[in-house]
């Protein structure tokens, strides 16, 4: 359906560790986005990707747009305590629908 | 300056009362969306406006009211508040593109609380 399958749902890591995560659905995409979410914050716009096998890095982050477009992964190299917070995919569904899907987020944990 | 702006950042109130949350944009975005947040962080879409036009109203109870006075500005307002309505209330905008969502900035939320 329209249900974006975020994971993991947490993660526990040490910092300088490299993170992974990927949002999955049995559905089409036009447009994948990465937020991260701090706490008592909006999410903020991580990464946009618009094209199927769009690869797109920013700093640390990088994510790509599935080849298949019902998938997206988002990895962050060499993790810093900052980057702890709750990520979250939203995408785009085709069929014109101009509403944004979330997935429920993975929320990371980073110890110094 | 702040690109979304949303008042109030905190909303205590009683059941049954009404109450309105305010958001503005300064990026002349012409789209403009209502998310609402539970407890497990789960972002859900309720509302969204083109130039002042419903155009996403999701399966919401109508005591929710949005209202957009202009492209840069849409509220909401809340008739009778129940305990379930507590959550954090998520402004957010956007450019149009042809029915093709452009990527959506976020407010720094609103947190109903009733009691």
């Known amino acids: 359906g329209q249900q974006l399958n975020q994971s993991p749902q947490s993660m526990f890591i040490q910092e300088g560790e490299d993170v992974s995560m990927n949002c999955t659905s049995s559905s089409i995409f036009n447009t994948w986005l990465w937020y991260k979410q701090e706490p008592g914050e909006g999410p903020v716009l991580l990464i946009a990707l618009y094209k199927a096998g769009e690869l797109t890095s920013n700093g640390r982050l990088t994510a790509q747009f599935g080849i298949t477009r019902k998938d997206s992964f988002l990895n962050i190299s060499a993790s810093i305590p900052s980057d702890v917070g709750i990520y979250f995919c939203?995408?785009?569904?085709?069929?014109?629908?101009?509403?944004?899907?979330f997935g429920k987020g993975t929320k990371l944990t980073v110890n110094p | 300056d702040t690109a979304v702006s949303q008042t109030p950042k905190y909303l205590v109130t009683q059941m049954g009362n009404d109450k309105s949350i305010k958001c503005e944009q300064n990026l002349g975005h012409d789209t403009m969306y209502w998310y609402k947040q539970d407890s497990k962080k789960f972002l859900k879409i309720m509302f969204s406006y083109n130039n002042k036009e419903l155009i996403i109203n999701e399966t919401v109870p109508n005591r929710f009211s949005p209202k957009s006075p202009d492209k840069a500005h849409l509220n909401l307002h809340i008739n009778s508040l129940e305990l379930g309505d507590s959550a954090v209330y998520f402004c957010?905008?956007?450019?149009?593109?042809?029915?093709?969502?452009?990527?959506?900035?976020f407010g720094p939320g609103t947190r109903l609380t009733v009691l």
């Open positions: 939203a995408g785009q569904l085709e069929g014109g629908s101009e509403k944004l899907v």
């Open positions: 957010a905008s956007s450019l149009w593109n042809s029915g093709i969502t452009d990527t959506q900035y």
